[in-house]
Antibody, heavy 120, light 111 residues
Framework: EVQLVQSGAEVKKPGESLKISCKGS????????IGWVRQMPGKGLEWMGI????????RYSPSFQGQVTISADKSISTAYLQWSSLKASDTAMYYC?????????????WGQGTLVTVSS | QSALTQPRSVSGSPGQSVTISCTGT?????????VSWYQQHPGKAPKLMIY???KRPSGVPDRFSGSKSGNTASLTISGLQAEDEADYYC???????????FGGGTKLTVL
């Protein structure tokens, strides 16, 4: 079974750093893109960016460029999303997704989500 | 990239059909056959329902279908069931992996 399993919920203070993870299993991790999607409380889905673990090719949505860093460690089939200095406005659920981008474009499956709460 | 436009809510009775629209531009929905639809139940992660405009992943009931005309894509759910009540999001590729755009989401209520 193809699965993406994300790290647990986090509670942080403004200004702190954070790195959340997404571990893939059941498929060739280096052959598919891994994307990140933000969902703020009560709001819709927002595209953040994507990485190809095979060669670490990384692309960011203009809205998130410079705000977060996406990386991957193919040796452990894990992708990461990190912040160097969190803001209260980063409070949201974050989903990782496997991106299928060969002769088509869609996201399946989705990780279970990581809730990030930033509060003083 | 602006979000794709979806109705905030739609509703239907069990057994009926409903259609959710997703309007973009010639740079996204109209320019590529790469529209996908996701179902999200409260407190759950989204689930792929339709990809590449009209293809259905294995395991998704054939009550769910997708189409596109010009800059507007549509998701139709026929034979509505109580478990279809959820939020639905469309998504389109827009020329590069940096330019992926989601719709604002539509809440489907089964009356």
């Amino acid at each position: 079974e193809v699965q993406l399993v994300q790290s647990g919920a986090e509670v942080k203070k403004p200004g702190e750093s954070l790195k959340i993870s997404c571990k893939g299993s059941g498929y060739s991790f280096t052959s598919y893109w891994i994307g990140w999607v933000r969902q703020m409380p009560g709001k819709g889905l927002e595209w953040m960016g994507i990485i190809y673990p095979g060669d670490s090719d990384t692309r960011y949505s203009p809205s998130f460029q410079g705000q977060v860093t996406i990386s991957a460690d193919k040796s452990i089939s894990t992708a990461y999303l990190q912040w160097s200095s969190l803001k209260a406005s980063d409070t949201a659920m974050y989903y990782c997704v496997r991106g299928v981008a060969a002769a088509g474009f869609w996201f399946d499956p989705w990780g279970q989500g990581t809730l990030v709460t930033v509060s003083s | 990239q602006s979000a794709l436009t979806q109705p905030r809510s739609v509703s239907g009775s069990p057994g009926q059909s409903v259609t959710i629209s997703c309007t973009g531009t010639s740079s996204d929905v109209g320019g590529y056959n790469y529209v996908s639809w996701y179902q999200q139940h409260p407190g759950k992660a989204p689930k792929l329902m339709i990809y590449d405009v009209s293809k259905r992943p294995s395991g998704v009931p054939d009550r769910f279908s997708g189409s596109k005309s010009g800059n507007t894509a549509s998701l139709t759910i026929s034979g509505l069931q109580a478990e279809d009540e959820a939020d639905y999001y469309c998504c389109s590729y827009a020329g590069s992996y940096t330019d992926v755009v989601f719709g604002g989401g539509t809440k489907l209520t089964v009356l």
